[in-house]
Nanobody, 127 residues
């Protein structure tokens, strides 16, 4: 199982920005699609974005669309999440993980099969 380490979290005011990073903590010969998730205590983990192995195809949850941008290093299992115009509802622990299954349905990227989780990075948005 490929594990990742997330970094870049912190505390910001509403409207602020953060850039999260996610890097594989072990060597893998394969390059995977990478999904970003977030979780608030007491709630289910929410997938907010996924990026294909070549970085050309992405998807976003409606809750972050237009504010968050995912990117990656196509040579490595490393990804980034640029978060702009942050809202208090974005407060959560953010995680990334490798997708074991990827489908393109109607031109839309679908990522599934996330089975390994790192420690996450905390993002707090408050005034």
């Amino acid at each position: 199982q490929l594990q990742f380490v997330e970094s870049g979290g912190g505390s910001v005011q509403p409207g602020g920005s953060l850039r999260l990073s996610c890097a594989a903590s072990s060597y893998s010969e394969g390059v995977y699609a990478i999904g970003w998730f977030r979780q608030v205590p007491g709630k289910e983990r929410e997938q907010i974005s996924c990026i294909s192995t070549d970085g050309d195809i992405t998807n976003y949850a409606n809750s972050v669309k237009g504010r968050f941008t995912v990117s990656r290093d196509t040579r490595k299992n490393t990804a980034y999440l640029q978060m702009n115009n942050l809202k208090t509802d974005d407060t959560a622990t953010y995680y990334c993980s490798a997708a074991q299954t990827v489908q393109y349905i109607g031109g839309i990227l679908k990522c599934y099969g996330f089975d390994s989780w790192g420690p996450g990075t905390q993002v707090t948005v408050s005034s």
